[in-house]
């Protein structure tokens, strides 16, 4: 069975000449493997031995000060009659054993496995997944509430007391732990990629139903064999999924309902007419952009040189021939259908340490290489120039003139699903531009993002305005040429969408959110890797610090844009002296 390592001496002379590592991510079901594993007698005694707290409790109880020490005393006494030894690890555990083992950080996946060797012989892997991740992060988000790991007899494991008192619903923790495994598995998934790996995968749902069909399959990767009559013992762990586990995924999957990737469709107006065309559900009623059978998520637009209204739930748009400006200039519009472009719905709402939406796999797979492809295009032709004062980073401004995957970002359509996500009456303009952090770039230093801009009145025929260097006003300071109509904004909505960065683990380069500016920039509240196809959105408040954190490693890439919104509202919300105006 999975037993904590005793140090009796037993089989003290085995070494193996066959490994196995289970790769998991929590709540996966591992100790239920590693218990059938252990109880079958020939494949060793596996566990959670590379991690840093089995180290030093096992260290500390046999007397062991280095880790050499520790791992041959694990090796020799858990290595099965058969020569097999094996272990489960996690991501983040077996990246800090990599660096013990190496004496270096970071290390490369294709390095590892010379390193592992070592102490591994002809290393095998079993990669134990779960389709169903709500329902893992719920147990996950249990667990860290409660510090309950498993329902058995006897604890596997060194562990803390539980406190089942602190249990209870928590959207955000819910939310950050769906982010957090989806990150875990893709850490494995991008291993196994660089390495040629092709591991044995055994999903939670299957071992639940058919645990001794895993430990058959486990048995034969490793080209052992159980007797035909093998009939396992009862595990000694127990399912924790509960009545709890159910309720809590109802109430999840409610909260998602008033989720970001709802859209709703706008009403139409021709040109020149007072008669509204409406679009297939006049009712503006919501629209799941990732359903195949979803009408087009298109927003022509409704408005001139005023004020784009905001589509709110439950209301229609109604707009009258008076409301049309004079004619808008000859500007390209894009035509962008989010519903075929969209790709995970779990677009998660955060509250600390302020407000914030993070999203993973935001666009289908080959709407997101385009994209990417455009960025690196752009960045390997030499178009990106450093025009940002006290900020160290090459940029790339968006206008209504750029064309490709790239206009998505200047669309009515992207534009309203920002504001009906964050919940923002946005005026329609919009600052978009491409940032290249070099390798070593210097951090950033806690901002808010609650600067005024300065925009032409160069309305598109959708309503939108995209800054653009061209019509000679400065987005910071405005225009002295008075012939030019300009209207001053504020910044309503900050996206940060990480693309064309490095496949290979990042190092350096997250985004950190803090609680005040005064907090170490090393010290974030929350850290936001800068992983590719990835965003995170907010609205500009006084308290939506955030900054750059230095890149030793790899160069960091992202798209950055701005949704804004009136003067007075900001004014009227927090005081004219809490938008941070820029200095000269």
Request: aromatic share 10%; proline share 8%.
């Amino acid at each position: 069975m999975t037993a904590a390592i005793k140090p009796d001496g037993k089989d003290a002379a085995r070494l193996p000449v066959r490994s196995y590592l289970i790769c998991a991510t929590p709540r996966t079901g591992s100790y239920l493997l590693c218990d059938a594993l252990s109880a079958c007698g020939i494949a060793g005694r596996p566990t959670e031995y590379l991690s840093v707290g089995y180290q030093r409790h096992w260290s500390d109880k046999w007397g062991l000060r280095d880790l050499p020490s520790y791992l041959r005393r694990v090796v020799e006494t858990t290595t099965s009659s058969s020569g097999v030894f094996g272990a489960k690890t996690h991501p983040w555990q077996f990246d800090h054993f990599v660096r013990q083992l190496s004496g270096r950080a970071p290390v490369r996946y294709a390095d590892r496995p010379q390193i592992l060797a070592r102490w591994f012989p002809d290393l095998h892997y079993v990669w134990l997944k779960r389709r169903n991740k709500l329902r893992q992060a719920i147990s996950y988000a249990k667990s860290l509430q409660t510090n309950v790991w498993w329902d058995a007899d006897a604890p596997p494991a060194p562990y803390d007391e539980p406190r089942p008192e602190a249990l209870r619903f928590d959207f955000e923790l819910i939310s950050q732990s769906v982010a957090r495994l989806v990150e875990e598995e893709d850490m494995w998934r991008r291993y196994f990629r660089a390495i040629g790996v092709s591991p044995l995968v055994i999903y939670y749902e299957d071992l639940v139903v058919d645990p001794l069909g895993a430990l058959r399959s486990v048995i034969h990767t490793l080209e052992l064999e159980l007797p035909s009559d093998y009939a396992m013992p009862e595990p000694r762990f127990r399912r924790q999924a509960d009545g709890i586990t159910e309720r809590w995924e109802r109430m999840y999957r409610a909260e998602l309902t008033r989720g970001p990737y709802e859209i709703r469709r706008r009403v139409t107006v021709r040109r020149g007419s007072s008669d509204p065309v409406k679009s297939p559900d006049s009712r503006g009623s919501r629209v799941n952009p990732t359903a195949g059978n979803a009408a087009p998520a298109r927003s022509r637009a409704t408005v001139g040189a005023g004020p784009v209204t905001q589509l709110r739930p439950g209301t229609d748009l109604e707009t009258k021939a008076t409301d049309w400006q004079p004619e808008p200039p000859d500007l390209p519009v894009p035509e962008v259908d989010l519903s075929s472009i969209l790709g995970s719905r779990l677009w998660m709402r955060c509250e600390s340490p302020f407000p914030h939406v993070y999203a993973t796999d935001v666009f289908e797979p080959k709407t997101y290489a385009s994209i990417s492809d455009q960025f690196e295009g752009l960045l390997s032709g030499g178009h990106f120039s450093r025009s940002i004062p006290g900020y160290d980073v090459t940029a790339y401004t968006i206008t209504s003139h750029t064309t490709g995957p790239l206009s998505i970002f200047t669309s009515r359509s992207w534009h309203d699903m920002l504001a009906q996500m964050i919940g923002v009456n946005a005026t329609g303009e919009l600052n978009v531009a491409l940032h290249h952090h070099a390798v070593g770039s210097q951090s950033g230093s806690p901002h808010n993002d609650l600067n005024p801009g300065w925009f032409a009145e160069k309305r598109r025929s959708d309503g939108i305005v995209v800054q653009d260097p061209a019509d000679n006003c400065d987005y910071r300071y405005g225009s002295e040429n008075v012939q030019l109509q300009t209207v001053e904004r504020v910044r309503a909505v900050a996206v940060i969408m990480y693309m064309a960065n490095p496949v290979t683990r990042y190092w350096g380069g997250e985004t950190g959110l803090y609680r005040s500016t005064s907090d170490a920039i090393d010290k974030p509240a929350r850290v936001i890797p800068p992983l590719n196809n990835s965003l995170i959105a907010f609205e500009c408040t006084p308290y939506s610090f955030h900054a750059f954190i230095h890149n030793p490693r790899t160069a960091r890439n992202c798209l950055v844009m701005w949704l804004h919104r009136e003067k007075a509202e900001i004014v009227r919300r927090f005081g004219g002296s809490s938008i941070v105006y820029w200095a000269r």
